[in-house]
C-alpha cells in the first residue's frame, strides 16, 4: 500500500493530503482552495488538480462529497451545485488524472477513517458517525460494516430537515453558544437513539476538535466520542476508500 490523495470537500474549502493508508496517517501537511462559486464539476476537478499539483506524486485519488454516491454518480445535491446529479465523477477524475479514483460520500469517508484508525477502531456493535459541517452527515457501521450513502441529516425535525437545525454551520450563523448548540444536537441524537440504539456515537467535523467545549451538554444514552483523527477523518478516509 502507498500513498494516496484524499480530498474533503466543504462549504467554504476543499482540502487535500497525502495518506499513508497502510497506517491512515497524512503525511506532510494538508492543502486548502476555496470552494469554486458555482462550484460545477469541471471548476471543482480544475481545484483539485491545483491542489493535486502542490503536493507529491500519490498513487490514486479518493474525493469525499457531500452528495449521495452510486456507482461513482452524484446522485443529490443538498448543499451543491445541481449540476452534480449524475454526473459520474470516478471516471471524470480517472480521466483528469489518468490513476485511479474513488467517489464516495463525504461522512461514509469520514466514517471508515474512524472506525479503522480512529475512535471506533475495534469497537463492534452499531457505531453511528455523524459529520456536522454545512450539512450533518452520517455513516452507520455494523461490526466494523458500513451501510453507505444514508441520509440522517435530512431526518426530519422541527418541520424541516434536522441539518437546518443542529448543523455546525447553523451553529456559527445563529450564533449559538455551546449550551445552546449542544441542545439541539442532544435532541438530534435522541431522535437517532430512539431509531437505531447505537452502542456508541462519533462525531467529526472541524467542531469536533471543540468537543471538550460542548460534551457537557450532550445528553445521550449511547457514550459520544469526537473524532480521533479531528478535522482530518474525510481526508484520510477518502484516501483509504481509492486503494
Ligand atoms: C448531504 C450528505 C452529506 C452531509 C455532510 C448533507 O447535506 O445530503 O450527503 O454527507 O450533508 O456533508
Given at each position: 500500500m502507498g500513498v494516496n490523495l484524499g480530498i474533503d470537500f466543504g462549504g467554504s474549502s476543499i482540502k487535500a493530503g497525502l495518506v499513508d493508508v497502510a497506517h491512515g496517517h497524512i503525511v506532510g501537511g494538508t492543502v486548502a482552495v476555496p470552494t469554486p462559486h458555482p462550484s460545477t464539476p469541471h471548476a471543482v476537478v480544475e481545484a483539485i488538480r491545483a491542489l493535486d499539483a502542490q503536493l507529491p506524486h500519490a498513487d490514486a485519488i479518493g474525493f469525499g462529497f457531500p452528495s449521495v454516491v452510486k456507482a461513482g454518480r452524484a446522485c443529490t445535491a443538498a448543499n451543491i451545485d445541481a449540476a452534480w446529479i449524475g454526473t459520474d465523477v470516478g471516471s471524470l477524475l480517472r480521466e483528469a488524472f489518468g490513476r485511479p479514483a474513488a467517489f464516495l460520500n463525504d461522512a461514509d469517508a469520514a466514517g471508515l477513517a474512524e472506525m479503522r484508525f480512529g475512535a471506533g477502531r475495534g469497537v463492534s456493535g452499531t457505531v453511528l458517525v455523524f459529520t456536522f459541517g454545512t450539512g450533518i452527515g452520517s455513516a452507520p457501521f455494523i461490526d466494523g460494516r458500513l451501510l453507505p450513502n444514508?441520509?440522517?441529516?435530512?431526518?426530519?425535525?422541527r418541520g424541516g430537515s434536522a441539518e437546518l437545525w443542529a448543523s455546525a454551520r447553523v451553529r456559527t450563523e445563529l450564533a449559538l453558544g455551546w449550551a445552546e448548540w449542544g441542545a439541539r444536537v442532544s435532541e438530534y441524537f435522541a431522535q437517532m437513539e430512539r431509531l437505531f440504539w447505537p452502542d456508541l456515537m462519533i462525531l467529526c467535523g472541524g467542531v469536533s476538535t471543540h468537543f471538550d467545549q460542548f460534551a457537557r451538554y450532550l445528553e445521550t444514552r449511547a457514550p459520544v466520542r469526537p473524532a480521533a483523527l479531528g478535522a482530518e477523518a474525510g481526508i484520510i478516509g477518502a484516501a483509504l476508500a481509492a486503494t
Open positions: 444514508t441520509e440522517f441529516g435530512h431526518l426530519e425535525m
